[in-house]
Nanobody
């Protein structure tokens, strides 16, 4: 199993940057594909980005491409989400999630495909 704890959220202004971090514990963390999701008030949880267990391949939701970057540090068991050019519509609780490394060619993008979740960190972007 793996335990996840997010950090780095906060209140920023439009156009600012923010870096979220997800600290993972568990001996086999390096064998998990990792994802970031977000959930705004009154909306469903939506996929943001994912990264392979090897760290070699990433995948992004269309609206995040070019602004967000997911990365992982297998030595320190962290998965980060660098967010640039933030907009008010990026306001949400951001969650990291883990799933045992997939043997498929595509990424999991649905929340119910990830069995392990952190508690979330709030990101608020003011206009």
């Amino acid at each position: 199993q793996v335990q996840l704890v997010e950090s780095g959220g906060g209140l920023v202004q439009t156009g600012d940057s923010l870096r979220l971090s997800c600290a993972a514990s568990g001996r086999t963390f390096s064998s998990y594909d990792m994802g970031w999701f977000r959930q705004a008030p009154g909306k469903e949880r939506e996929f943001v980005a994912a990264i392979r267990w090897s760290g070699g391949t990433t995948y992004y939701a269309d609206s995040m491409k070019g602004r967000f970057t997911i990365s992982r540090d297998k030595v320190n068991n962290n998965v980060d989400l660098q967010m640039n050019s933030l907009k008010p519509e990026d306001t949400a609780v951001y969650y990291c999630a883990a799933v045992w490394r997939a043997t498929i060619s595509y990424f999991y993008t649905q929340p119910n495909q990830y069995p392990y979740w952190g508690q979330g960190t709030q990101v608020t972007v003011s206009s």
